[in-house]
Each structure stands twice: as structure tokens, then as C-alpha cells.
């Protein structure tokens, strides 16, 4: 589901987007629009001809290039060279990235803040980085500039060095470092406070005779996200440590400070303090353990290879292990997957554990609500969990209706997933943080894993509703999916149901005893815990890093910019890239759009803009045309719905299915849980069965009528829509 629009009304932020780009007399005929009581349309129509006006005086303005961020990798490992942009950068100017003076490639600016480059390079050592920018007609506006450093290390152990060490150090107090360089074990430094303090740090390592090497902007990251005030510096040095790891460092361990071991230890490395480092120097084999470590994996790295690498790049990533056994089936038909689960349910003779972040009344609630009323009055312990802002349950007083008739049922318990009430009060990390899973456990023996919420959208099939001119959106059903499982991993599932039970006061479950194997498919659970971990995009992440040949991406929400400049990078590798999206507000075949809340088309569109430079770059998106069917009369015939499913295979051999999309709500704020099968017969299949998607799909054209038609409403969007925030 779409997050909610801002609270403030659509005409006051039109208004403030005006004000900011032209100020002057467009800002006039807006707040006199505004006062005489102008429509929506005419205010956007206003703020698209500033846009156009903002646009074209930015276009005469010499655009700039802010730096960069260092980077570290090993020999023959693929690297992402970044080249940051000054706020307000033309969109397509050419990037043009050099390593020591020599031309590797070229990214493309835009709306991401940062342009990328894929590099893979050959031998060890310490390089420049530079970029240069280029207009379309190829003229330079800006030379070749340094923006940052590259470490290349080989199959020596790495060793990571907090950068506040630094800050009032001598010489003699950081010999412990020099030793260790000598001594064949190569030295990065990681920066926890400012990115601009990168500069300075380098300074610093020359100042004080220490070796050159790759300082790590553990905060860069934030300035893609919105934090609203919390501390996301364990999360981003966890995501920075695995992801080096990931790649094919031999990162081993950290140099830190006393009072920062523990913090250390918390992102997944063994840490010593320059004390520790200087006895071990001192000792004969001190530093034995390291290469000892060093060696284990880069013979682990260098014997994954194909799938395995991908596996393991997942190992790294998240920190979770796959296990086999299981039997799993993946859903993408609504009707079809009603009637698997509505027969799971009715055969039940234990226990029944449901959770969804909506539930809302209509045919599918109906039926659901029956089952679970039906199998309580049979004995068996029926367990309902919702979020409870998007359920609208425990709400500042508000009861579900739907959850109103399962109250004093006998056999039935309901649970609301942080409950906001007039107590507590409500602040804006609250209302982030919600629990946007989706699971049901039948009798510890079958699992869902689904994107699908409890209402008919979901559930129903498009030839189930009759849908003509005048179908409101809210009424056309959505694409989605799900994975059934049984065999070891529902044990896992039940216990992640769990979790979330205990920790809003349910009462006592038995403890999940393993389903005995039940088929041959790997696999392996992906929680996110909301602020305290980012192991759902850490997953798309190595999935999307990995990827070789080809990688198909089914979702709809706007990209986050960490993930998009992946995409743009498996482009460069020569990824074949594809993207399988809908439409915010569904449109009917002729492209124009079914009746619906105008908050859903501004998300339309801001959706939309996400995906400019990853067409740019060559990825291919096509939005989802539902078949032809009797039910279905709009004008245009087959129509362009909504696309809820969140669904990635890579190389037609690992699948992931699940509850987290690819914006920032699902990789900073909200639980999620995802499953990543490994298994080439299910990825095959389901790369199948997308692919006949795909070949009925509405291609994007970014040189197409409908595309460059709705260029002005994208560009008003995102900047009305609080897209570090919601995407």
C-alpha cells in the first residue's frame, strides 16, 4: 500500500514547492489562484510552468560536482565509484569517472544525488579517483576534478581503523599502524561522524606518516533517508562492514578506541585498541589469527562460485543461513491464492496465527471471518495480529469492524501491533515504525510468506469483478504475491509471529518444533526489525550486487537511492535489468485513469520519477496489463492495475518473496519479512512465468507521448511528495 499523503493539504504544499522555485510573480498568481479558490489542476498547472522556468534558468547555471565517497575492494571484485552532485543538477549530464587519469566509464546525473560507475580493477594499490561533466552534446562543463580514493587490496588480511584515533594522536602513539602495514596487513579507516570530514582525515594520515588508504564514510548514507533525529550509526557501519565483506575484502578486524569496542563488536568485527595491537606486534605470531582468518575466507570466497557466491554474498549480507527441506509454492494468481489459503484454514485442527498490517471490511474479510470464527468453535487456537495504525484497531479508541465481530469469540484472540492511544501520545517515529508483515501459520506445519493484505484487493481476481468506465480504483484488484512452505523453515516463521505477539502483550505460545523435511528447496528468512537493523535492503542489496546475467524486479514503490545506483551498476555490468511495476492510480488501456484518490496519482507519478535514471541507464520497465477478460469493458480494453507483489529473481536461480518493497519505509522503518529461495527449479519457473509478464507488459518509452506528457506532473510530484521519507 501507498503511504498516506502529508498531512498538510495538497494546495499549501503546491504553494510552498512554487515559492521555492520562483518566488516572484509566479508565487503571485499561485496565492491568488489560491485565495479565489483555484483547483488542484489549475495550482499544478501553475507550479509545472515555475518547474519549467526553474529548469531552464538551472540548465544556464554551471552545474557542479560535490565529490565523492572512498571506496575499498579486492583484486577482480566489482566496485561502485560515486560521484556526488550539487543540489539541483540537470538530470542526463554525462559523468565521466578516471582511476589514475585513465577513462573507465561514465554514469549520468539525476534526481539520486549521485552518479555511479561499475569498476573492476586489476592490480593492488592506492588511486585517484576523478570525474568530469559532460553536457549531451558531449561539451565539458566541468573538468576532471579529484572526488575520491580507491584502495585495491589483494588476499592479505584488511584491518579497519576508527578515524577518531586520529583526533590529538602523534606519530610515536600510532606506530602500532605503521608496524602493522609493514607487516603485510593493509589498513582502512572508518569515519563515524561527518562525511565532509573525509578531506581533513586525509590530511591527517599524510601529516602523521601513515600510509595512504581508503577513509569509509560510515554516515554517508544519511544524506539519502529522512532519520527524524534517531542515530542510525550502528545500522549504517553494520551495512558498511558487510558489504565490504560482501565484496570480497578480507576485512578481519578493527582498531579502535577503548569506549568503542563494544560498538565494534556490534557491527560483526573482532576489535583490539592500539594497547592490544602493540602487545600482539610485540608477541611472536601475533598477528597469526588475522591471516588465519584472512586465508579461511578468501578460500570461502574464492570456491563460491555461480549461485554459491550468490548465496553467500547473502550469508554476508545478513547474517542469516539457508536450510533445506522445504517444500515451497510461490502465488501469483489473487483467486488462487484465496482458495489455497481459505482450504489451509478450514483444515486446521491446532492452531491458526494470522498477521496483517490492513484488514478491512469486504467479501474477502467476510469469509475469513467465518473460517476463523468456525475453527475456534472446533478448538482449535485461533491468534490474530494487526498493525494497529493501518488496521485502524486500538487507534485512539477506534475498533476494526471487521475485528469487532471476532471479539468474545470463543477460541479466537486479537492483538493489535502498537497501539496508539491518547496516553502516550503520538510522535512521528511511532507512527513510522509499524509492523508491515504478513503471515499465516497453520498448525505449525504450513507457512505464508505474502504481500497481500487482508481485503478483496488482494484477494480477489480480476474476472471476479466487473470493471467498466466508471470502476473506481479502490474496487480493481492488485497483483501480489506469496510463498506457501512447509518443511523446516515454518518453525522460523511461527517463532518471527511470535516475536511480534509476545512484544504487544499476547498471552503464551507453545514453543514452534520443526515440521520434518518436506521437499528439496533451500531457503532462508529475511526479518527487519524496523530502526535497529536494515537486513531486508541488505538483502536486495546482495542480490542485486550479484546478479550476472539477469535480474527481474517486481514492485512499485519509489526505489531507494542505495538500491537504484545498484540497479544502475548491474546495467553497466551488463545485466540484463527489468523492472515489472504498475500504476499508483490503475489506468485503463488507453493510459487514462479510473476515478480515485488524488493522493494515489501524485504517488503515481512520484513512483515514476524514481525510475527516470534507471531508463536512463538502460534498465527496462514495463507496467503490468492484466488479460483481456469478459469482466473487463473499460475503454482500451486490458487495463494497467496497481502492483502490490515485491518480488525479485537473479539469474534465474534465487527468488525473493515477501512484505519489504525497495523505498525507505521497508529499509529503515517498518518490520518486514522476506523469503529467498534458492532453488533454480522454483527462480526458473517463476523467471518463466514473469517473463510471459513482461512479453504482455505496457513498455515504458521514455521517448513515447504518454511518457514525456507526464514528465512536468513527475518533476511537481516528487518535490511535493517527502520522498526521503517515503521512498
Known amino acids: 500500500m501507498a503511504a498516506d499523503p502529508p498531512s498538510r493539504s495538497w494546495t499549501e504544499r503546491i504553494l510552498e514547492v512554487i515559492a521555492e522555485l520562483m518566488p516572484g510573480r509566479a508565487m503571485a498568481s499561485a496565492a491568488e489562484a489560491a485565495e479565489r479558490g483555484g483547483t488542484l489542476a489549475e495550482l499544478t498547472a501553475l507550479a509545472q510552468g515555475s518547474l519549467a522556468l526553474w529548469l531552464a534558468e538551472r540548465q544556464q547555471a554551471r552545474a557542479g560536482l560535490e565529490g565523492g565517497f572512498d571506496r575499498i575492494a579486492c583484486v577482480g571484485g566489482a566496485v561502485e565509484l560515486v560521484a556526488r552532485l550539487e543540489a539541483g543538477t540537470p538530470a542526463e549530464l554525462e559523468v565521466a569517472f578516471f582511476v589514475d587519469g585513465h577513462h573507465v566509464g561514465n554514469g549520468k546525473t539525476s534526481d539520486l544525488g549521485a552518479a555511479v560507475c561499475a569498476y573492476t580493477p586489476t ?23 579529484p572526488i575520491a580514493r580507491l584502495q585495491v587490496v589483494d588476499d592479505h588480511p584488511v584491518v579497519v581503523a576508527d578515524a577518531r584515533l586520529l583526533d590529538g594522536a602523534d606519530a610515536a602513539a600510532l606506530a602500532p599502524l605503521v608496524a602493522l602495514a609493514d607487516r603485510g596487513v593493509a589498513l582502512c579507516w572508518a569515519e563515524l561522524d561527518a562525511a565532509a570530514q573525509v578531506d581533513a582525515r586525509h590530511a591527517q594520515l599524510a601529516a602523521l606518516g601513515l600510509p595512504p588508504a581508503a577513509v569509509l564514510a560510515v554516515a554517508a548514507r544519511e544524506r539519502e533517508i529522512e532519520t527524524l533525529g534517531l542515530d542510525f550509526g550502528v545500522v549504517n557501519a553494520r551495512l558498511l562492514v558487510r558489504r565490504t565483506r560482501a565484496a570480497g575484502v578480507p576485512l578481519v578486524a578493527a582498531i579502535t578506541t577503548a569506549t568503542a569496542v563494544d560498538g565494534a563488536a556490534a557491527v560483526g568485527l573482532p576489535a583490539l585498541t592500539l594497547a592490544q595491537l602493540a602487545a600482539r606486534l610485540d608477541a611472536p605470531d601475533g598477528l597469526a589469527d588475522l591471516r588465519a582468518a584472512a586465508a579461511a575466507f578468501v578460500a570461502a570466497r574464492d570456491a563460491a562460485t555461480g ?43 491446532r492452531s491458526i496465527h494470522l498477521q496483517f498490517y490492513i484488514l478491512k471490511a469486504g467479501r474477502f474479510a467476510t469469509e475469513l471471518v467465518e473460517l476463523l470464527r468456525e475453527r475456534g468453535r472446533a478448538g482449535v487456537a485461533v491468534r490474530l495480529v494487526v498493525d494497529a495504525l ?100 515454518v518453525a522460523e516463521l511461527e517463532e518471527v509471529f511470535a516475536a511480534n505477539w509476545r512484544r504487544n502483550g499476547g498471552g503464551p505460545l507453545p514453543t514452534p518444533t520443526a515440521p520434518a523435511p518436506a521437499g528439496d528447496a533451500i531457503a532462508r528468512v529475511i526479518t527487519h526489525d524496523g530502526v535497529d537493523d536494515a537486513r531486508a535492503m541488505a538483502a536486495y542489496d546482495a542480490l542485486f550486487a550479484g546478479a550476472r546475467t539477469r535480474l527481474i524486479v517486481v514492485n512499485d514503490f519509489p526505489v531507494i537511492a542505495d538500491l537504484a545506483l545498484r540497479l544502475i551498476a548491474a546495467a553497466q555490468r551488463g545485466v540484463q535489468v527489468d523492472i515489472l511495476t504498475g500504476n499508483g492510480l490503475a489506468r485503463r488501456g488507453d493510459g487514462s485513469f479510473f476515478d480515485g484518490p488524488r493522493h494515489r496519482e501524485l504517488f503515481e507519478y512520484m513512483v515514476k520519477r524514481r525510475y527516470e535514471p534507471l531508463l536512463a541507464a538502460g534498465v527496462r520497465v514495463a507496467e503490468f496489463v492484466v488479460p483481456p477478460a469478459p469482466s473487463i469493458t473499460a475503454r482500451g480494453g486490458a487495463i494497467r492495475p496497481y502492483v502490490h507483489a515485491k518480488l525479485v529473481v537473479v539469474d534465474g536461480c534465487i527468488a525473493s518473496v515477501g512484505t519489504a518493497n525497495l523505498d525507505a519505509t521497508a529499509s529503515h522503518w517498518e518490520r518486514e519479512v522476506n523469503l529467498v529461495i534458492e532453488s533454480p527449479a522454483i527462480a526458473g519457473a517463476l523467471t518463466a512465468r514473469l517473463d510471459a509478464m513482461l512479453a504482455a507488459a505496457y513498455p515504458i518509452d521514455r521517448e513515447s507521448a504518454y511518457w514525456r506528457r507526464e514528465a512536468p506532473h513527475r518533476a511537481v510530484a516528487s518535490r511535493l511528495w517527502p520522498d526521503r521519507l517515503y521512498s
Open 307 to 349: 549461485p554459491a557466491g550468490l548465496a553467500r554474498r547473502l550469508d554476508l549480507m545478513t547474517a542469516t543461513t539457508a536450510a533445506g527441506g522445504n517444500a515451497i509454492d510461490l502465488e501469483l494468481d489473487n483467486r488462487a491464492a484465496r482458495a489455497a489459503l481459505f482450504a489451509d484454514l478450514a483444515a486446521a485442527t
Open 123 to 145: 592490480a593492488p594499490g592506492h588511486y585517484a579517483v576523478a570525474s568530469a561533466l559532460r553536457d549531451p552534446d558531449g561539451d565539458e562543463l566541468i573538468a576532471p576534478q
Open 390 to 489: 493501518y488496521s485502524r484497531h486500538q487507534v485512539l479508541g477506534r475498533t476494526n469492524p471487521v475485528l469487532a465481530e471476532l471479539q468474545d469469540q470463543p477460541g479466537v484472540e486479537v492483538v493489535a501491533s502498537d497501539p496508539i492511544t491518547l496516553g502516550t501520545g503520538v510522535d512521528t517515529v511511532a507512527l513510522k515504525q509499524r509492523d508491515h508483515r504478513k503471515l499465516a501459520i497453520i498448525d505449525g506445519a504450513i507457512a505464508y510468506v505474502t504481500g497481500r493484505n487482508g481485503a478483496d484487493e488482494y484477494y480477489l481476481g480480476w474476472d471476479e469483478v466487473t470493471i467498466d468506465d466508471a470502476t473506481p480504483h479502490d474496487a480493481i484488484p492488485w497483483l501480489d504475491a506469496h510463498a506457501r512452505v512447509r518443511g523446516p523453515l
